[in-house]
């Protein structure tokens, strides 16, 4: 177990409506990014969060959008639904800004969303 | 393009086989994981390498960064069905971490 937790674990929306997911980081941890992952492929970059700031953004809309709170717990906001947003979202947290040398991230068992 | 192609996508193989599991990036790393990721689960960190040319071993695992670091290999020896699950390669050439397009590994018994 990681200590990563992430809420819900299932979730079913409809077009056009609003989700928003969570994720209570590791202890000591003050790193969060967010991933989606479509079924059989590998997690595509969302954004990251360090000391409640963005520090890094992948290809998403800017209607994914999110949160970090004091406490490093994080918040994946998506507007406007669609059925391509369909997916695993995964959370990872790690111990300092960044994921270079030796850096490793741990990961939540995330969030299936499924938009209908 | 992705920025860490993996090959083969998919593989299918008895259990007792060996099996390799590739990582190619044009970009330079200064470092790579592997992660094994099970259907509804996050996935899990194997190994970290960080030195050009290191060899590491995880029982049957065996994970190799290429000199110029930026490529990777994952080797497993005498496969077994706990083995099934997507691996996945991840790094950082950056402040962001990509992950590549994943294998998906089936170990028949």
């Known amino acids: 177990e990681t200590g990563v937790t992430q809420s819900p674990t299932h979730l079913i929306k409809t077009r056009g409506q609003q989700v928003t997911l969570r994720c209570s980081s590791q202890?000591?941890?003050?790193?969060v990014s967010w991933y989606q992952q479509a079924l059989g492929q590998g997690p595509q970059f969302i954004f990251q969060?360090?000391?409640?700031?963005?520090?890094g953004r992948g290809n998403f809309p800017p209607r994914f959008s999110g949160l970090q709170f004091p406490n490093y717990s994080s918040e994946l906001n998506v507007n406007a639904l669609e059925l391509d947003d369909s997916a695993l979202y995964l959370c990872?947290?790690?111990?300092?800004?960044?994921?270079?040398?030796?850096?490793?991230?741990?990961f939540g068992q995330g969030t299936r969303l499924t938009v209908v | 393009t992705q920025l860490l192609e993996q090959s083969p996508q998919f593989l299918s193989i008895q259990e007792g086989e060996n099996l390799t599991v590739y990582c190619n990036s044009s970009?330079?790393?200064?470092?790579l994981q592997w992660y094994r990721q099970e259907p509804g689960e996050g996935p899990v960190l194997l190994v970290t390498?960080?030195?050009?040319?290191e060899v590491k071993k995880l029982k049957r695992l065996t994970f190799q960064f290429g000199d110029a670091r930026k490529d990777s290999s994952l080797h497993i020896t005498a496969a077994q069905p706990g083995d099934t699950g997507l691996y996945l390669c991840?790094?950082?050439?950056?402040?962001?971490?990509?992950f590549g397009t994943g294998t998906s590994l089936t170990v028949i018994p």
């Open positions: 990872a947290s790690s111990p300092r800004q960044g994921l270079g040398l030796g850096t490793e991230a741990f």
């Open positions: 202890s000591g941890h003050n790193t």
């Open positions: 969060y360090y000391r409640e700031e963005e520090n």
């Open positions: 970009s330079v790393f200064s470092s």
């Open positions: 390498v960080v030195t050009g040319g």
């Open positions: 991840a790094g950082a050439p950056g402040n962001q971490f990509y």
